[in-house]
């Protein structure tokens, strides 16, 4: 999923940073997505632990990530609160239908239906 040009003017890390964060932008990686361990991203791609660190310490820094301790380092909510509460949910909503192994299709058809039949409040 992410690259590193070596032949390029830019530092891995911010290479890395900008692809995590345009992942994020794109919908390719959604809220509470855990991010590869710094080991293992870094033995991917061929470089330095401390540069999949600084990569990660930085987007944390900024909030675009957030690491809880063993468990990893996971796409951190954005927006407002009534936003995050909405990512929250619909990550909740994926993980549960990934478990169930429901299609896409389906699990859209599923929401789109849930949308026109509750009625706004």
Avoid: C, K, N, W
């Amino acid at each position: 999923m992410f690259q590193i040009d070596r032949s390029s003017a830019v530092a891995p890390y911010e290479q890395l940073r900008s692809q995590i964060i345009d992942a994020i932008a794109s919908g390719s990686l959604a809220v509470d997505t855990r991010l590869p361990p710094v080991r293992t991203l870094a033995a991917d791609l061929g470089t330095a632990t401390g540069t999949i660190a600084r990569a990660y310490r930085e987007l944390e820094e900024a909030g675009v990530v957030i690491t809880r301790g063993r468990h990893g380092t996971f796409v951190a909510a954005h927006g407002d609160a009534t936003e995050q509460a909405v990512q929250h949910a619909a990550a909740a909503f994926v993980e549960v239908v990934r478990s169930l192994h429901v299609s896409d299709d389906v699990a859209l058809e599923l929401i789109t239906r849930a949308l026109h039949s509750i009625p706004a409040r």
